[in-house]
């Protein structure tokens, strides 16, 4: 499917098959960014419904500048974010220390593994290194763009990647431990 | 070389790149249910844009009266009665009102028969007609001069007027079209001129201020919609001796109580114990008996609590009402009735927060059952009044009202419920103008 200027006029003037066609296309792509971010498959199943709302409530305000899809990814990224800024204001605290742990693992263990397994043990993450985690590591963020977004400041971002990262190797180590038994 | 930590991100995200899951059918089902509420905008608001249209048409309405009684006057028949004594012409000029049959004579000049021209000024406030000046015009045949066409008995003569100004009414001349040849009366002639009178209508305007406490009508579990006290300033126009639209300004400041739920471990104080930290021994009357040397020990423990706390949410906001009455006397009182639509726009809230008494807390989870309110609600009022008289001009006012609101109050969903409230408003009024 090919999104063009044509295209995305028949979107911003609320065509409905062009926006059945543009979910059918893009839903399976933001929805793996959902449940990413998500606690559990319900929050991303709402997650992808609120954003794809939204992009179709502002697609007016897509420029043109950059790629189509990009923006819509950004619109899904911060609607995911939106959704557990509620969280952290009933206090979920951010602690300064920064861990420094080599984030070692066998990459063999991951490219092993099910998108499934992969998406549970991010999942099992506490919500703030889950999202600092996706927006650097998958989605490519920087720790400063990370802060600027999450209201947090670089150096926490930092920590809360390391954070992130030693559980994920932990969980890691578990299953190579595991599979070498087994 | 490439560094472990960023060979790991690679392979995360290459993984990821390719991770493309089908969503559930049901979240495209509640996209679409979404936007299609959106497309219904009108259909679901129908009554709001039925309300729109109304204010609509009572601004204009009240906008068209205001214009048309200022700018547009009424038309009235005058009467004139010329006379002729001695071979001079004098022009007796009588002003009948037909709508009060009040009459004015007066003799507003003795002219020669080679002067025939007059202009007598007529103020129409008082229907004294006055004499301003006489002056010579040679009129030729079918020119205008903003001319008064004589209604009764002489259709061959004009008045030629001018209106000076709002208030007055100068006839430059008296002649015949017929003949071009100035007027001569035959006697007790009556004839008509149209004439545009500046007289007002009945329409006029009246100011109130109010001040206002409304009682809420809707009870509901968890929230208790407290009392709103309202002071504000409505404009009514008058269209005629009955009817008025009004609209206005009230300020508003209302408020929700409810509750919230908050989880939270506090470091509690459970008891305290005597610690013994030495042991001596001395000899009493033979008997070796120990002395326990003890301090008094504090236990203190994490407890996880929940509590429930009161919050009051209030707010101000500004109500906007557009309404359209029915006025009418008795004796030393008026009494009247009105309907219409108000919007009411949030102009500030002060949002409770939750509290827990105590220093050291750590809350965990806090549920804050109230609600918060829509920045914008939309009403119907119904009421009436009746004034008391002070004056020509003022009068008290005592205004009940019932208020339904079309929308719930709250954005949240789960609280999707329609409510209303009875007003009673104490007012000043004052008319303005004659």
Not at chain 1, 75 to 80: D, E, L, R, S, Y
Not at chain 1, 138 to 166: F, M, V
Not at chain 2, 80 to 98: F, G, H
């Amino acid at each position: 499917m090919k999104i063009d200027t044509a295209f995305i006029t028949r979107l911003q003037n609320k065509d409905r098959k062009a926006q059945v066609a543009f979910y059918k296309f893009l839903s399976p792509k933001m929805y793996g960014i959902c449940l990413r971010f998500a606690n559990s498959r319900d929050d991303a199943n709402d997650i992808l419904q609120e954003g794809f709302i939204r992009v179709f409530q502002h697609i007016n305000k897509f420029r043109g500048e950059g790629s189509f899809e990009g923006w819509v990814r950004r619109t899904i990224v911060n609607t995911a974010i939106n959704y557990y800024k509620k969280e952290k204001k009933r206090g979920y605290k951010v602690e300064l220390d920064y861990i420094k742990k080599k984030y070692i693992s066998d990459e063999s263990v991951i490219e092993k593994m099910s998108f499934k397994e992969l998406i549970k043990i991010i999942r099992e993450l506490p919500t703030g290194y889950r999202t600092v985690f996706n927006l650097n590591v998958i989605e490519g963020y920087t720790h400063k763009e990370i802060g600027a977004i999450l209201g947090i400041s670089e150096n926490t971002s930092k920590s809360q990647l390391s954070r992130a990262k030693s559980a994920l190797q932990k969980k890691l180590h578990e299953i190579k431990t595991k599979e070498n038994i087994d | 070389m490439i560094k472990p930590d960023q060979h790991i991100n690679n392979i995360l995200r290459q993984k990821f790149q390719n991770f493309e899951p089908e969503p559930p059918g049901h979240v495209w089902a509640n996209i679409e249910k979404t936007l299609d509420a959106e497309k219904s905008f009108l259909v679901r608001n129908i009554i709001y844009v039925a309300a729109g249209i109304l204010v609509i048409i009572l601004l204009s309405a009240g906008y068209f009266s205001f214009y048309s009684t200022s700018n547009t006057m009424e038309t009235e028949q005058f009467y004139l009665v010329m006379e002729k004594q001695n071979n001079i012409e004098t022009t007796k000029v009588v002003i009948e009102e037909e709508q009060n049959d009040k009459s004015t004579v007066t003799d507003i000049e003795t002219i020669s028969e080679d002067k025939l021209l007059v202009e007598p000024v007529i103020t129409a406030e008082n229907n004294e007609i006055i004499v301003s000046e006489t002056q010579e015009k040679e009129i030729s045949e079918g020119e205008n001069l903003n001319m008064f066409t004589l209604k009764k008995g002489f259709n061959e003569t004009a008045v030629n007027a001018n209106i000076d100004n709002m208030n007055k009414l100068s006839i430059t001349s008296i002649y015949s079209l017929s003949y071009g040849q100035p007027y001569s009366s035959k006697g007790d002639d009556i004839f008509a001129v149209s004439k545009d009178n500046n007289k007002t209508n009945s329409g006029h305007w009246e100011n109130t201020f109010f001040i206002s406490p409304e009682f809420s009508l809707t009870n509901h579990d968890s929230i208790t919609i407290l009392n709103s006290y309202s002071i504000g300033m409505e404009a009514s126009r008058y269209f005629n001796d009955n009817w008025f639209v009004r609209f206005g300004i009230n300020a508003s400041y209302t408020g929700d109580r409810g509750f919230a739920k908050i989880d939270y471990i506090s470091n509690d104080l459970m008891g305290t114990y005597d610690d013994v930290y030495d042991v001596s021994f001395d000899t009493i009357n033979g008997i070796i008996t120990p002395y326990y040397h003890t301090k008094s020990v504090e236990v203190w423990d994490s407890i996880r609590h929940i509590s429930v706390s009161e919050v009051t949410n209030r707010y101000l906001f500004a109500q906007v009402p557009v309404l359209l009455g029915y006025k009418n006397s008795i004796g030393q009182f008026n009494w009247y009735v009105y309907s219409g639509p108000a919007i009411g726009f949030q102009i500030a809230k002060w949002i409770d927060e939750p509290s827990v008494d105590g220093k050291e807390i750590e809350i965990l989870d806090l549920n804050n059952k109230l609600p918060i309110r829509s920045t914008i609600n939309y009403q119907l009022w119904i009421g009436g009044g009746i004034e008391y008289k002070l004056g020509q001009k003022s009068s008290l006012v005592i205004e009940p009202s019932y208020r339904y609101y079309f929308q719930s109050l709250y954005s949240d969903a789960d609280y999707k419920f329609n409510t209303s409230g009875f007003a009673l408003r104490f007012g000043f009024n004052y008319k303005l103008g004659h």
